[in-house]
């Protein structure tokens, strides 16, 4: 059977960047996976560890992109096991604290990934590493402009 192809026309460098996209992912998938945790797990000991214990179940959303029942879900499970516990903010926001065990999987599980990605950006030099940040800074304004004249 033949296979019809999309319109509008990719180019092949809007391809290459979605399978370096995907790549990115799958690099992070990975690493959840031969460290035991769930994708989502992953996600929220990762913002945890960016945005600091104490953070909001709402910045764990916003940074993720992972629905808000999923992280309830997956926050849940965190808790009854024994790595995290919740305390109430303003309104229904609810804060995440690392318990003793929480801190010791993030130090296990997120700090190894966090120190792989550290080193990644040392290989890159710092000219690369800036050149790298503000390309990816300008697509995110271009095509924040271009989504939003949809």
């Known amino acids: 059977m033949e296979q019809k192809k999309c ?3 990719m180019s092949s460098s809007l391809r290459e960047f979605n399978r370096l996209y995907k790549e990115y992912n799958d690099i992070y998938r990975d690493a959840a996976r031969k460290l035991g945790l769930s994708d ?19 910045d764990v959303c916003n940074s993720t992109l992972i629905p808000k029942q999923t992280v309830n879900s997956s926050i849940h499970k965190l808790e009854q096991e024994g790595y995290l516990l919740l305390t109430p903010g303003k309104g229904r926001s609810m804060h ?3 318990t003793e065990k929480g801190q010791k999987l993030l130090e296990k599980t997120i700090f190894p990934v966090v120190q792989a990605e550290n080193a990644a950006f040392s290989q890159l030099g710092e000219t690369d590493c800036q050149q790298l940040l503000q390309l990816h800074t300008n697509y995110i304004h271009a095509l924040r402009n271009g989504i939003c004249n949809l």
């Open 40 to 58: 989502s797990a992953f996600d929220i000991l990762y913002t945890i560890c960016e945005e600091g214990d104490g953070c909001l179940q709402r």
């Open 96 to 98: 995440i604290h690392l």
């Open 7 to 9: 319109t509008p026309y």
